[in-house]
């Protein structure tokens, strides 16, 4: 089996793309995964594309005959994505580094987030870590942890089957202005057993050192919140939208909210969807799957969140809608 990282670029609005490039290929038990794009606010000509990749993982043939552990890989362009540098090792953790988002920042500062989880003898533990450059990714810090990552993937109440919601995978914005860089990430860390929370970590200092975890939507502890994505908009407002979950008559109503907020410690909340859709109608793919990521982006002071839900007519289909969101907290 191979397993490819593949870039593709649009210069009309996304309506064409250009041929597929490989950034890395491997076969056997190496396997890249999660790859996620970043671009300079300040010059739209260096593009980074941030991975994993893991040896022992479980999705690759022969995988689980040893503990699994991964590098980080990174992959830079400075035209705009039209040609890149060759793909290079810029962290080796003990255990696997999932999850890679990058923050671009100025003067050469680049932040790099993700779930770090270790198979110890006591069981398998899980840390929002991060691995900061401040010369452009030419080199990096040691992996140093933000938080642990709380509990473990989400069941359904209603038939104990799990529900794949991304658990621990975080996701990260800027404001390039102050410095700040801000991450979330659902686990159970303030939730009732079986349910799950949106937490988020503020570095008002550029990602060198981070505020304790804090709750993003109101809400009590037997909330289900999962799947977090987070934006920063012009104004400077903090925007996070996620899923939330109650069960009511024998089904799992889900809705999309966006919390938003200037400090990172008060949120005001809205709800994205008209109407709730059941969960369980989604893709089972080793547990109810609307997918580990969802988007968020700022437009001027306003946010559009694109996302999956269920189709009330079909099981086991997904759709997409993009909403768009106030920003004022």
Known sequence: MSSTVLVSKSTDGGDTWSTPLALAQNAGTRFNDKESVAIDPRDADLVYVVWDRTTGSEEAPGGQSQ???????????????????????IAQPSGVPVGNVMAVLPD?????????????PRGRQAS????RSEDGGRTWSAPKPIAPVVGREL?????????RSGHGLPSVATEASSGRVV???SDARFAASGAASVNVAVSEDRGRTWSEPAKVPPGGRARFAFTPSVAT?????????????????????????????????????????????????????FGLFLGDYAGLAPIGDRFLAVFATT??????TTRMLAISGEATP
């Open 233 to 285: 908009a012009a104004n400077g407002t903090i925007g996070v939208s996620y899923y939330g979950m109650t069960v009511s008559g024998g089904r799992l109503l889900t809705d999309r909210y966006l919390a938003t907020s200037r400090d990172g410690k008060t949120w005001r909340e809205q709800r994205l969807t008209d109407t709730s859709f059941d969960l369980a109608f989604a893709p089972d793919a």
């Open 67 to 89: 503990p699994p552990r991964g590098d980080i890989l990174l992959a830079r362009s400075s035209d705009g994505g039209t040609s890149w540098e060759p793909a290079r090792t």
């Open 128 to 131: 929002e870590s991060f691995i």
């Open 108 to 120: 050469d500062v680049l932040v790099d987030v993700f779930e770090l989880v270790v198979d110890t």
């Open 311 to 316: 189709n009330p007519n079909v099981r086991n």
């Open 183 to 185: 991450v979330t990430w």
């Open 155 to 163: 069941t359904s109440p209603l038939t104990g089957n799990p529900i």
